[in-house]
Nanobody, 123 residues
Framework: QVQLVESGGGLVQPGGSLRISCAAS????????MGWYRQAPGKERELVAA???????NYADSVKGRFTISRDNAKNTVYLQMNNLKPEDTAVYYC?????????????????WGQGTQVTVSS
């Protein structure tokens, strides 16, 4: 009942910047929290940044000071601005969201994932 579509990934040189976006659509009554995870080859998926329904944010230590998560509630979209990118940031970035879903008279809390977008940092 909820779809997440990421965009904005690509190839960037070390020290460069990139912004990725995640648009949520479907039977969304409200957003609980949204976040970005990443998974590099041979590694486990890890939390990069998350933003709650208010203004609370949290970041992985490895990206603090370089990445900024933000959201546009009117568009049900979350962004990840990535600055001073490093080769170790190379990964598939996945959007994740927790939503209160309402379908007819039924509502429930659901958690959803996007399909992922590749970010490659290389010279």
């Amino acid at each position: 009942q909820v779809q997440l579509v990421e965009s904005g990934g690509g190839l960037v040189q070390p020290g460069g910047s990139l912004r990725i976006s995640c648009a949520a659509s479907g039977s969304i009554f409200s957003i609980n929290a949204m976040g970005w995870y990443r998974q590099a080859p041979g590694k486990e998926r890890e939390l990069v940044a998350a933003i709650t329904s208010g203004v609370g944010t949290n970041y992985a230590d490895s990206v603090k000071g370089r990445f900024t998560i933000s959201r546009d509630n009117a568009k049900n979209t979350v962004y990840l601005q990535m600055n001073n990118l490093k080769p170790e940031d190379t990964a598939v970035y996945y959007c994740n969201g927790g939503f209160l879903v309402k379908v007819g008279s039924t509502s429930y809390n659901g958690n959803y994932w996007g399909q992922g977008t590749q970010v490659t940092v290389s010279s």
